[in-house]
């Protein structure tokens, strides 16, 4: 499960900076 919450969390850091970029 951790291992699911940092692919996760990695997720939203990628999709925030597409956002920004």
Do not use: P, Q, T, Y
């Not at 291992?3 to 850091?13: N, V």
């Amino acid at each position: 499960m951790g291992s699911l919450g940092l692919g996760w969390a990695k997720g939203r850091i990628v999709g925030l900076e597409k956002m920004i970029c």
